[in-house]
């Protein structure tokens, strides 16, 4: 499940609505809706606020943030579930393939120092 999803059963749960959690959190209504439709992330301070309110682990809000997910395939455009960053889908595929690329060199550099 999301974090959104997450955020609007426990909301829902409580009978609240949108603008009476974003007002009791001290934040804009349409972040918290951003928040719920996985548009935008919260920032950690707002994870431990959300979990307090709702009376839930934090970690259990933190479950599912890292997971990448493509939120809008037309126009390309990756969302990496962790705090409010957007990164174009080809800038996340260069710093993976640069990633790999290090530790291959790395994995090499051990397998020729082992057979010297």
Partial sequence: ?????????????????????????DIVQSTYC?????????KRENLYKLATYFNVDVKELEEDIYKIKISNKKNAIALVNSPNTK???TE?????ADSLEKLTLLVEKLIENKLT
């Fill in 92 to 96: 996340a595929i260069l710093k993976i």
């Fill in 1 to 25: 499940m999301s974090l959104g999803n997450k955020l609007y059963d426990l909301r829902t749960k409580k009978n609240l609505k949108q603008d009476q959690v974003a007002y009791d959190l």
């Fill in 34 to 42: 951003d928040w719920e439709k996985n548009v935008t992330t919260p």
């Fill in 87 to 89: 990164i174009n889908s």
